[in-house]
């Protein structure tokens, strides 16, 4: 009798874990669909913002890093308050303020400015002879399959020469992004171990984010780097990550609501990016 | 005895139970953040392709009505080769041809542009006055939070007048889309029951989709419709759908990957959308 209790006990054991396993995934989430999950969305670019946005001063963060984080795990944008350059690699989210240290991200953070993406590299493009930036961002330009597609690059090396740029926190009312980067901090590295990641943007994304290159570096200590504004490449292979998904999230109030987006910023965008 | 077993039989019953669920809830597929499952699915706008490219001709469909159905239950677009105008509304999908006959659309088909959302609306704007289609616009416009954001639209209702417009499918080497359109087929409706949907887009997506209204109608036994040329509204109201996230897919070949996206596009897109 005890052993038919035990026997009874361990029926109903099994069949309670198969209902509550029953229950569990009839309460889990449902699927949303082929491109927004899984692999798919790996493929997806994810801005935060627009570039014409941030010209024009609008410096407050609308994501936390921490939500950047779950779009991607390599990528560049600014801090809040335009409060350093964000350069993201293998899921380690650093900021380069103007003291040319690159620390952390404290994940609820917030950024105003921001692109990311899974790194699954689709390409890798040899680098044989020594080039400097405008001339590698050429060579790059002849080896992507089309001019209308987003990707996402990174190059490991070790460079003769890196220049960056990192620019202070502002305060309210922030002045436009060309008129803080002329009073930019520039720093320069020599023989220097690292690596350059970041985005080649479609002219169809005028406005949005930044047509053709824009590209941060950090060292390979990740203790200091900043947005890129010029390298010398002795040698190495760069890998290119083609991206056919572009998700953007505008911010949900703040004065993005009021920004005037009509303007060709064009002008502003050469003064800022170099 | 036999009580004791029984009792522990509960026991052992109950924690497997949890441990069950436990179990399956771990096994459970991961939240990818907020922007990408649920809710935010819902408030996101989803595109294919650009507007810029089907201006110059790109016209072979690059996702399903199927796929694009998972992204939305109302939304515009065209179909395969330009064969007819997209009405989608409440999860159901026309293609308006240029007899003028609106039919379900083939989950298998495929389409070359197309714009869908959730449309859980936000805002419900009276009408209550008469106004014709660019009144009624302008209208709008004073009404909406901010000109920065993309606004899913839905209008239902008897009116006046509407006209419409519809093009045939095209044939290799393709024309421009100004020079189909330039022999449209239109329609025009008097007295007529049915829905207007479409969007508004902001200009910051200027080439990407069309600044400003882009809005197809069909009546209400969805017999007939197309892209909304004109039309004169005594009153109702406008539902609107303010929407912060926009995805858009590019296609992964074709005509797209050689297309010049540089051009300033926007007189043929006056004279396409006209």
Tied chains: 1, 2.
Excluded at 9 to 28: D, E, K, R, Y
Excluded at 176 to 199: C, I, K, S
Excluded at 231 to 244: F, N, W
Excluded at 252 to 257: I, K, V
Aim: proline letters at 6%; hydrophobic letters at 40%; one cysteine or more.
């Amino acid at each position: 009798m005890v052993q038919d209790a035990l026997l009874r006990c361990a029926a109903v054991a099994a069949a309670s874990l198969l209902i509550g396993a029953c229950i569990a995934l009839a309460l889990a989430p449902p699927s949303v669909g082929p491109a927004l999950g899984g692999d798919a969305d790996r493929e997806t670019l994810y801005q935060v913002s627009t570039i014409d946005a941030l010209l024009q001063g609008v410096y407050d963060g609308s994501i936390s890093f921490d939500e950047l984080a779950t779009h991607g795990d390599l990528g560049i944008g600014c801090g809040d308050r335009l409060d350093g350059e964000l350069v993201g690699v293998d899921g380690e989210w650093y900021l380069v303020r103007t003291d040319g240290r690159a620390s952390p991200t404290a994940g609820n953070a917030m950024t105003p400015f921001a692109t990311a993406t899974f790194f699954d590299p689709d390409m890798t493009v040899p680098i044989d002879e020594p080039k400097n930036l405008t001339a590698l961002e050429g060579y790059l330009e002849t080896k992507i399959p089309s001019k209308n597609l987003f990707y996402a690059i990174r190059f490991d090396g070790t460079f003769p020469r890196v220049v960056t740029r990192s620019v202070p926190a502002q305060e309210k009312p922030y002045p436009r992004l060309a008129d803080v980067t002329a009073n930019q901090t520039v720093f320069t590295f020599e023989n220097v171990t690292g690596t350059a990641v970041g985005f080649w943007t479609p002219v169809l994304a005028k406005g949005v984010n930044v047509p053709g290159y824009h590209l941060h570096f950090i060292t390979s200590d990740r203790n200091a780097g900043g947005h890129l504004l010029d390298m010398t490449v002795a040698e190495g292979s760069v890998q290119v990550d083609t991206t056919t998904n572009f998700t953007m999230v505008l911010p949900a109030g703040g004065d993005f609501w009021t920004v005037d987006l009509s303007e060709n910023l064009s002008e502003d965008l050469k003064r800022a990016e170099k």
